[in-house]
Every structure is written in C-alpha cells, then in structure tokens.
C-alpha cells in the first residue's frame, strides 16, 4: 500500500487534529473537581469549628444543682444548691452565691429578728426563683445585732422590718450555721410534677383552703402546693429544705401546729386530712 504523501487530503486531516484530553481537562470535569473542593473545604471548616470550640456541658452537668437533687449526708444534713443544709456557714454561702446574695436580720411585726439572706433570680439548673436562707443565731445577739443596724427598712408587703448589720457584726455572722432553706420557684408547678420530680412523698397533708404538703423526712424537704383552683390557686409552690435531722423540729412540728391553729378556728369546714 503507497504511503500517504503529508500534502495529500487524508495527511492533511490527520494533522489538525486535536490529542484526546484526560476527563479532568475537561469542562465537565474541571467543574466537578471545583464542586467536590469546596464540599472539601466546608467540611474541614465546620470539623475545625467543633474541635476548637469549648466543650459545652453534658446532660449530668446541666441537672446539677437542680431543687428536687437532695442528697442526706452520713452526718444528718443534707446538700442542696451546693450547700450542705445543717453543716455550711454563711462564710460558706457566701463564697458558693457570691455578690448576689444580700444578707441582714428580719423582724416580722410581733416577733423577734432572724438572720436571713436571700438571692432574688437564682437560677437552680433550668428552674429559676427566689432563695431564701435561714441561719442559727442566739436571741441575745440577734437583739444587739438589731440595735447596732446602721439602716432598716420596710420588708416586702409591709409585714416585716428588715435591718442590715453593722460592719463589727459581720464576723460574727459570717459563722453562724445554715438551718433552712426556702425556694419560691417562678413557674407554677403542679403537684404531679412535683411528685414526678420529688418522688412520693412519706406523708401528704391537705388542708381545707386546697393546699397541700408534701413531706420527704428522709431528704429535709417539704412542699406546699397551692390548689387548682380558689383563691389560693394563682399562688405557687413553696419548697423548704431542712437538715433530716431536724426535720421534725423545724418542719413537721411548726406545720402541724397551723394546721392545728386553722382547724380550731375554723371547725366548720373540718380538720386537715392526713394522707
């Protein structure tokens, strides 16, 4: 067969035409590589933001501190809100709320002064409230504590007086004992939420006016939960936490005794129904 002279048409042809590019010197495949390069990078991007960033609190962490966590003590206190209820000082308070608590003596009308602090917004886990701390202190200096007060007062809703204490007082306070705890949380809970969180309680007292107690001697706790309805039903629940070995004392004996007081003023509607 003669050999093709490079003048001839077919060589001619041959010549002008173009090698067969790899697919990705293609259109097609340059702009597949360009889509899977910035899927690439997105990627790397938002593994670099999870690893670079602060771990955020696990599930446990969150619960921590929470109203219904009450853990009793081998000693007969109890530890609620990272304080130990019976054993803390309110040296101890005061490092563990910090600036927010505010601290001083409240005399109810026709009773004598206590030493009380409180924390209004405290939040306990995802619950928020009022905290209302109690603290052991002899009447003789409560009584001088009162007369050395630099400023006092009205209490909320008039009912009460409250006095500051005087700075050469303030050593001494910061030894006194933590006896009492009261949270007033903001949400209304009912008691089946309670009893779902608390767990059922060793005894339930009810009285006339719908409000009822749940009491948990084992943990310090009682709580009052106001009625569905009523008068009392727009009011929300009251917790107290005491130390379970002075449950009785400080809870039990004070709370049967105005359920007492109101069945003997009130005969008519009946004596508080124990449950």
């Not at 955020?56 to 206190?77: I, N, T």
């Not at 003789?140 to 007369?147: G, K, S, V, Y």
């Not at 004992?177 to 969180?197: C, I, K």
Request: a neutral charge.
């Amino acid at each position: 067969m003669p050999e093709l002279s490079s003048d001839t048409p077919a060589a001619a042809a041959s010549a002008h035409i173009a090698p067969r590019r790899p697919w990705w010197q293609r259109p097609f495949g340059l702009s597949l590589l360009f889509t899977l390069s910035l899927l690439a990078a997105a990627g790397l991007w938002a593994w670099w933001q999870v690893q670079s960033a602060p771990p955020g609190p696990s599930s446990a962490e969150m619960a921590v501190d929470l109203p219904w966590q009450v853990v009793p003590q081998a000693d007969g206190s109890s530890r609620v809100f990272g304080l130990q209820v019976g054993r803390s000082s309110l040296a101890d308070v005061e490092q563990r709320l910090g600036d927010e608590l505010r601290t001083g003596l409240i005399a109810p009308h026709g009773q004598p002064p206590a030493l009380e602090s409180f924390v209004d917004g405290f939040r306990a886990g995802f619950v928020t409230g009022r905290l209302v701390l109690a603290f052991e202190a002899d009447a003789d200096w409560l009584a001088q504590a009162r007369e050395r007060s630099p400023r006092q007062d009205v209490g909320e809703g008039g009912r009460s007086r409250r006095y500051a204490l005087a700075a050469d007082d303030l050593p001494a306070a910061r030894q006194r004992r933590l006896v009492g705890v009261v949270f007033l949380p903001s949400a209304r809970l009912d008691e089946a939420t309670l009893v779902q969180r608390f767990g059922t309680p060793s005894r339930r007292l009810a009285t006339a006016d719908g409000v009822v107690q749940l009491l948990y001697p084992e943990k310090g706790v009682a709580v009052a939960v106001p009625p569905a309805e009523g008068p009392e039903a727009r009011a929300r629940a009251v917790i107290q936490y005491s130390a379970p070995a002075d449950f009785e004392r400080r809870l039990l004996a004070p709370l049967l005794a105005e359920l007492a007081g109101q069945a003997a003023s009130q005969p008519s509607t009946g004596a508080p129904i124990a449950r």
